[in-house]
């Protein structure tokens, strides 16, 4: 006989140093196949006595049988009558004993070496054995089972070897394969937990066995919600699904056990918070009224990125609104809350409009009676129709209710308006922002603007300024901001009333250190306004706002304000209010000037022109210094010299003017920069030239109006151009006379060249220059009357026309 030296009675595998596995019985050669030399499992006899396994002969007879040869006995090799097998039942019974005391002998062995006092290769055995065992006969799975073994190998999942952890794993995974009642007994206690963490090692095959297994274990719905109850678990397996590093068996592993974990709808959050939304969708679309109703609550409570809204939209968006006309409340609150999730990106924000949001969303706002959302879910439909109105869809071609109604058909503007005055402070702020979306567009503003003109409803949107919630006064801001340009008498007559929102607006701006959206759109509405309305200016002028505007300006620009996202437009919408004190000048009240004269205002809008890369300042300030500039010929103290005396008479020499110094070339007399806003004492010549060859021409156009006020009438021409000629700033003008800008920098070009071209020494020089005098030619033309009138005058400086006043002095050439 043959005597045992394995776990499995074969000598092919490693032998075993301890002697006590001497003690199982050894293999007797009649229980060995002759042809597979392994023990049999269904013995049967030849004619002739010899036994094998029936497996074995009968392939060997199908051999002969297909190689035209007779049947012979594969130990003799002789001819045989007949090939009938008669099965050995005895031996059968007898291996059966002998192996049952193996298996018992083999078992008990397993239990002694599943230990992690045992050395590597006991263990290791063991485990062997064990896969062994259930590989070779399904039904030994349950001798596992009641042998106690499976806690023991999940013990030595402790083991400091990682062969020991690896073969443990996948040990488990033999032993619970097609077997619910092993599959049960990993179910209790930490067993689970600790498998998971396998997932998080540094070896990918552990990593790998570790996945393996729990995939079998995932296809038991009670082991699915144990899985998915272990912290982190999800995250780990969506994390292994999508890598691009892990092995592709790993990864397949991972994805197939998600989606036998997606049968527990915990689970099926769990993957949705971690990016996983497919199971969720799919549940949305295809599972039952409570299924479909608990999976759009669970995407209500999500926070989504914009690529993974715009997916949830494309897949989701009908069913959602379908959920959302359902008769059922729970359902209708679930459905509006998960589209209130998709609804702030642009992009799926115009998918829901496709699919078809708007009707119901407006009919739910609007419904009153018994079938009216509660407060909590109309400020919810609110938000989502603020968000699909901020996204520029034409929303004046989108019906929304019967009679082709739109969102900016008069009803439905007039029913918002109401809503926004009968709501809570929540919805109403929701309501002003749909209006803010409406007018940001060029095409739909007019018809808002028109339906809020017919209800009267300006008093009551000026009077949010006072609101005490914040997002209902930054909504009704930037609304009003959109509105005044279109209707900015109404509204600057409403500030200007006695309820006193201009002061309330003038606090809301200046109130904070650091510059919130509220105040950025607060002082853009509030500039916006005082631009067109001097009845405005003249009441912040009276209220003292301009030195607390001047305070802010130059803080900001000493550095002691905090700087964010809001500080530029900000700071531009204080500048532009206090430039609005410079279209004031001419009134004859004097407050203006003292103002100006008071903080030195010249100064600092010159200071604000250098303020490279914020085209609008340095637009405003130019503006600004135009209009200080012109009132500086009407400021500048002129000296009255005495009548010559009877002696200057009969001797000339004594009447001739004594010669005084430090007086302005250009306005003849005594000049100051604070006290007549002189910008040649100020030094400003030189920076206004310097923006000239700015790339924005709004910028240059600004800055050339502001030039042009040292050319215009009742200053000296003559020295104004002899100013620009040592500023440097003659060929810059030439230059946008010739250069392709805008028509309106064109007129002003020309007005500025025609004065220049005054000196003969510019006119001389220019006179050959056949690029002016092509541009001249054709502003002479092709411009409107006045800039022909101009043009035609340049060109007699340079002799292109004929000056017939000229030579005809007397003629009137009318």
Not at 40 to 62: S, Y
Not at 348 to 368: C, H, N, Q, W, Y
């Amino acid at each position: 006989f043959l005597m045992a030296g394995s776990w499995d009675g074969n000598s092919d595998l490693c032998a075993q140093s301890d002697d006590s596995y001497l003690r199982i019985e050894p293999i007797y050669d009649a229980f060995l196949c002759p042809l597979t030399k392994q023990v049999m499992h269904d013995p049967v006899t030849l004619e002739n006595g010899q036994t094998f396994e029936r497996e074995a002969i009968e392939k060997w007879f199908r051999e002969c049988r297909e190689s035209r040869r007779r049947p012979v006995c594969p130990l003799t090799l002789r001819e045989l009558r007949s090939t009938e097998l008669s099965p050995s039942i005895a031996l059968r019974h007898t291996i059966e004993e002998w192996n049952a005391r193996n298996e018992a002998a083999k078992l008990d062995m397993a239990r002694k070496s599943l230990s992690l006092s045992s050395s590597e290769s006991d263990i290791l055995q063991a485990l062997k054995f064990v896969q062994n065992l259930c590989i070779n006969n399904h039904s030994n799975k349950h001798v596992v089972r009641d042998a106690d073994l499976m806690p023991m190998i999940v013990d030595v999942l402790k083991s400091s070897s990682r062969r020991v952890r690896c073969t443990a794993l996948e040990t488990l995974r033999i032993v619970v394969e097609g077997d619910s009642d092993n599959k049960e007994i990993m179910a209790e206690g930490d067993t689970v937990r600790t498998i998971v963490k396998f997932l998080s090692h540094e070896q990918s095959k552990e990593r790998e066995e570790g996945v393996s297994l729990l995939h079998e274990l995932s296809k038991s719905e009670r082991l699915c919600k144990k899985i998915g109850s272990v912290n982190g678990a999800v995250l780990i397996l969506v994390g292994m699904a999508n890598s691009n590093s892990e092995s592709l068996l790993t990864v397949e592993m991972a994805d197939r056990t998600l989606e036998n974990l997606a049968q527990c709808e915990n689970n099926v959050r769990q993957m949705a918070e971690n990016g996983r939304l497919q199971p969720l969708l799919t549940l949305l679309l295809e599972g039952s009224p409570e299924t479909k109703l608990s999976m759009a609550a669970i995407l209500g409570e999500l926070v989504l990125n914009n690529e993974v809204k715009v997916f949830v939209a494309r897949t989701v968006a009908f069913s959602l609104i379908n959920l959302m006309e359902h008769s059922d409340m729970p359902a209708r609150e679930a459905a509006l809350k998960a589209i209130n999730q998709i609804s702030s990106d642009e992009t799926s924000a115009k998918i829901l409009i496709e699919a078809g949001i708007l009707p119901p969303l407006v009919k739910d706002l609007f419904t009153v009676g018994a079938n009216q959302l509660p407060m909590r879910l109309k400020e919810v439909s609110a938000t989502i129709l603020a968000n699909v109105v901020n996204s520029g869809h034409d929303f004046d071609s989108v019906p929304v209710g019967p009679n082709y109604l739109t969102l900016v058909s008069e009803e439905i503007i007039h029913n918002l308006l109401h809503l926004i005055n009968n709501t809570g402070p929540a919805i109403e702020s929701r309501l002003l922002q749909v209006l803010v979306g409406l007018t940001n567009s060029p095409a739909t503003v007019s018809s808002v603007v028109s339906a809020i003109k017919s209800s009267g409803a300006a008093i009551s949107l000026v009077q949010f300024i006072e609101a005490p919630q914040t997002d209902l006064r930054v909504a009704s801001v930037r609304l009003l901001q959109n509105l005044s340009p279109h209707m900015g008498p109404e509204l600057a007559g409403c500030l200007r009333g006695p309820a006193g929102q201009l002061s309330s607006l003038i606090r809301l701006i200046l109130e904070n250190v650091v510059v919130t959206e509220e105040q950025a759109a607060a002082v853009g509405f509030l500039a916006d306004l005082s631009e067109r309305d001097s009845g405005l200016t003249r009441q912040m002028l009276y209220e003292g706002a301009f030195p607390l505007f001047v305070s802010r300006i130059i803080r900001i620009r000493q550095g002691e304000t905090r700087r964010n996202r809001f500080m530029t437009p900000y700071l531009e919408g204080l500048v532009k209010v206090l430039a609005s004190i410079t279209f004031a000048l001419s009134e004859e009240s004097g407050a203006a000037h003292a103002l100006c004269r008071e903080y030195n205002l010249a100064s600092l809008f010159i200071d604000l022109l250098q303020a490279n890369g914020l085209d609008n300042l340095q637009i405003v300030s130019a503006m600004a210094l135009e209009n200080l500039s012109q009132e500086s010929k009407n400021l500048t103290q002129l000296l009255e010299f005495p009548a010559p005396a009877f002696c200057a008479s009969i001797f000339p020499c004594l009447s001739k003017q004594p010669v005084i110094t430090g007086l302005c070339p250009i306005h003849r007399g005594i000049c100051s920069l604070r006290e007549t806003f002189c910008l040649l004492e100020g030094q400003a010549v030189d920076k206004l030239v310097a923006v000239l060859d700015h790339t924005n021409d709004k910028v240059v156009e600004a800055s050339l109006a502001a030039l042009a006020t040292l050319l215009d009438d009742g200053v000296d021409i003559e020295q104004g151009v002899r100013v620009l000629l040592d500023t440097e700033g003659v060929k810059p003008i030439l230059d946008l006379l010739v250069g392709k800008r805008t028509e309106n920098l064109r007129r002003r070009a020309i007005w500025t060249v025609e004065r220049l071209l005054r000196s003969e020494e510019i006119a001389y020089e220019v006179a050959g220059d056949p690029n002016i005098s092509t541009a001249l030619v054709d502003a002479f033309q092709h411009g409107d009357y006045r800039t022909k009138q101009i043009a035609e005058r340049a060109l007699k400086h340079v002799d292109k026309i004929p000056n017939f006043s000229a030579v005809f002095p007397n003629i009137n050439m009318g």
